[in-house]
């Protein structure tokens, strides 16, 4: 049911691997052992986090809800599959356990979730799991799998659009360098809600909607030899009152004026010329999308001008050229050279907005290169990115964890030597406390039948563990982060699962409410995760309630 009472169907995952198989085959052992000894039923509780944000940031960007909303609203464990899993356990396991896994389904299931797109910090449940023990236990791996790679490459392309900033068009073309066909699916759909704008994966564009964008290789342009190559060479003007019989002849002429010119003349002699035949002949397959890559030779002397001839004739015609891709070199050094070129054509030969073309540069961005063009100064207008950006090359995984925190209405505690390895225990609502500027303060989670807070009100926030850390803050507003994603048998509403444009909206959104203290490349401000002071003294009464007292001898 959805929020408004009506049935819904949910379609399967995106990636049909996405099955009841794709967990370790420990879920499996633990669910027989539950089952065997009658504690498959017993109603458990389970949060999933993670315990540090990635990328030495102090934020990540929560996303992979809707797959794992789509994963359990399908999930059926087949015949054939559980044929698969008998083979594969001991010959001890009893018949009547593979009658249970045949009846499994997530009718009785809850997942309670912050939203997706929402910028999210480290200890505090980015979902809620509900259930009966045996099946919450066999959704660990494939929840676990859907949230760390799509949360982590999410909070990759958001701090490469922090970066960039907001003016620059952002492009991911990282399939070719991605780690298999899911790896590079899952990129372009979570960049794309990391505040990228458009995608070079055919794929994933049909799939999601995100915008294609894409122009030609190296091998296009080195694949010419010469103009006689081109069979075809009249273009209609774009207005369709006529057509240009020769157009390789009008790109020469311009190439000529544009050698003899007053500012450009002594830049460059005779360009390549089988790089000029390339692109008119691209010219001539889009003329309203002309985007030449200019490096395959070289840029200032062989690129640019053929570009702009073939450029110049097109807006004889009528049409206005897109702009160029520089894919190597000195990125700020040509892209200041290239916009020089542009802008003295428009004053000289009177062309309006060529000298503001785009200028989109490629080659193995990264977050570090992108800093150090903005401390050059640089005329890049578009970024196309891949292996950095879709590999998550800084960090190879967020570290997602799902943890017991409640079964048979009993709170749980997961206790070790190392504090950040303490999990929070008992069911928990989770609030975001903002202040007067409009900023997040503080995010405090509290026991499930405690009060909420109320705005103005005076609320002590102490951190889980330290006991010294502790503040008072008096919220101007106050946000419940965890709402019902999958009510299961309860009465609850199921929130609806948003378009993706939607997601990316409240990435964004999200991300410019955040203090800049906070965002930051270096040194950012740590945002604080606290608990009430009621859960704060539960966990420490749980805590020295569980631990082994030692004895010294």
């Not at 700020?332 to 073309?357: P, T």
Request: net charge negative.
């Amino acid at each position: 049911m959805d929020s408004n009472g009506s049935c819904r169907v949910i379609p399967g995952p995106t990636n049909p691997m996405v099955t009841p198989l794709l967990t370790d085959h420990y879920q499996f052992t633990m669910a027989y052992a539950y089952w065997k000894a009658g504690k498959h039923q017993e109603r458990a509780v389970f949060d999933l986090y993670f315990r540090k944000s990635p990328f030495g940031g102090e934020y990540t960007i929560f996303a992979g809800l809707e797959e794992c909303v789509r994963f359990i609203s399908n999930y059926k464990i087949s015949e054939d599959e559980i044929h698969f899993i008998k083979n594969n356990l001991p010959d001890s396991c009893e018949d009547g356990f593979f009658d249970y896994l045949r009846g499994i389904d997530c009718s009785d299931i809850e997942v309670y979730a912050i939203a997706e797109g929402t910028v999210v910090f480290p200890k505090v449940p980015l979902m809620r799991i509900e259930g009966p023990v045996a099946v919450v236990q066999l959704l660990e791996t494939p929840f676990v799998n859907l949230i760390n790679f799509a949360s982590l490459v999410a909070t990759n392309a958001a701090r490469h659009r922090f970066v960039a900033g907001k003016s620059k068009t952002l492009l991911e073309f990282g399939l070719r360098r991605a780690q298999g066909p899911d790896g590079g699916i899952s990129a372009s759909k979570y960049c794309y809600i990391g505040g990228f704008d458009a995608t070079s994966n055919v794929a994933a564009g049909r799939l999601f909607g995100i915008p294609l964008r894409g122009t030609h290789s190296h091998a296009f342009v080195s694949s010419y030899m010469g103009v006689n190559e081109i069979a075809d060479k009249s273009l209609r003007k774009k207005d369709g009152s006529g057509a240009c019989e020769d157009f390789v002849v009008l790109v020469q002429k311009w190439l000529n004026k544009i050698k003899w010119s007053n500012s450009l003349c002594g830049i460059f002699s005779d360009t390549n010329q089988s790089e000029l035949a390339a692109f008119t002949s691209y010219a001539l397959a889009f003329p309203d999308n002309f985007l030449a890559l200019v490096d395959t030779y070289d840029v200032v002397r062989s690129g640019v001008p053929n570009f702009c001839a073939v450029a110049l004739a097109l807006s004889d015609l009528g049409y206005k050229a897109v702009g160029i891709r520089l894919d190597s070199g000195d990125l700020a050094y040509l892209s200041c050279e290239s916009r020089k070129f542009f802008c003295s054509i428009e004053e000289e030969f009177g062309v309006s907005d060529f000298g503001k073309m785009n200028i989109t540069a490629s080659n193995d961005l990264n977050e570090e290169t992108l800093d150090a063009l903005n401390k050059q100064g640089h005329e890049v207008d578009a970024y196309g990115i891949g292996t950095y950006l879709v590999t998550c090359y800084a960090q190879a995984a967020l570290g997602v964890v799902y943890k017991l925190v409640e079964i048979n209405k009993q709170p749980r505690i997961k206790l070790s030597e190392d504090v950040s390895k303490v999990s929070i225990p008992c069911k928990k609502r989770v609030y975001r406390l903002y202040g007067k500027e409009t900023y997040p303060l503080v995010d405090i989670m509290r026991g499930e039948n405690e009060p909420p807070p109320k705005v103005g009100e005076r609320i002590l926030c102490r951190h889980p563990f330290q006991e010294s850390k502790r503040a008072y803050v008096v919220p101007q507003q106050v946000e419940e982060l965890l709402k019902c994603y999958f009510a299961g048998s309860s009465d609850e509403k199921s929130e609806t699962l948003p378009p993706l444009k939607d997601i990316r909206e409240r990435c964004i959104k999200q991300l410019e409410q955040m203090r800049p203290d906070h965002m930051r490349r270096l040194n950012p401000t740590p945002y604080k995760v606290c608990v009430s002071a009621k859960l704060y003294d539960f966990i420490h009464f749980l805590w020295l309630n569980e631990a082994p007292v030692g004895e010294l001898q």
